[in-house]
């Protein structure tokens, strides 16, 4: 097997190689980042889907978009959207023709073979806070990323905008929230209260059946996922009772 050629094993079971160059990850890679981040805030996948323009600009040509398509990697469909919609709207893309218009989502095939190029389960914050943010050296098929360091909260503080549902740091924008998100949106509340305190306890209520340990790590998880800048990181004290924040 070629240096830039990945074994994978598809849905059916069946292992099988591919030759995926640099341009092709890449483009795979922030595919697989808007397939994550529908599954994380429950929104509907093709209001995340990626535009051809989007997807050339990371490198990518016609050709290997169609090849996504015929191999069943990726499904496109045409916008029809208005301005004012609340959700983007489509029509079922034909066939192999792609415009200006068009835009791409994975299939579950598609998110199988990106999970196994990136290394990393779908699930991994990680995966989905750095894999797609770090820079590759040029000519590497998987470089390794170096891990998240934390450094202590720094005199700008975050700033939580509940009215706008918005996360900053400094003017940068952190995260916005489009759907409804209880658990993180009520630990960015307190820490909101507490001036962005380094430490807050799990402010999260009571609930029947339901761990709070269990419960307070997967919503720091879930902070942590799909950022649009990358800058402040979560994370718990270890006992499942409390919340620090840094930056990262």
Known sequence: ???????WVDLSGKSTSLSIDDRLHDGIAILWRAHICAQDTGANVWDLSLPTNRLFAAGMTSAD????????????????TNYGDVHRSFKRGND?????RSSLILTLRGAALAE??????????????SAFTSTRPSGSFLSPRPPVVLRKAPAVKPRWDATR???TLDG????????????????????EEEEWAEHIHDPLPLTMNIDAPTRLHDAINRLNRCQIHPVIRFHGDGKGTGVFWGVS
Do not use: C
């Open 172 to 191: 940068l924008l952190v995260k916005r929230f489009r759907v409804p998100a209880l658990n993180q949106e009520t630990i960015l509340s307190v820490f």
């Open 1 to 7: 097997m070629s240096a830039n050629e990945k074994a």
């Open 96 to 100: 192999y023709f792609l415009n200006e």
């Open 65 to 80: 978009l169609r090849w996504m398509v015929a191999k069943g990697f990726a499904e496109h469909r045409e916008e029809t």
């Open 116 to 129: 196994t190029l990136l290394g990393e389960p779908a699930d991994s914050p990680r995966a989905t806070l």
């Open 165 to 167: 549902r918005e996360l």
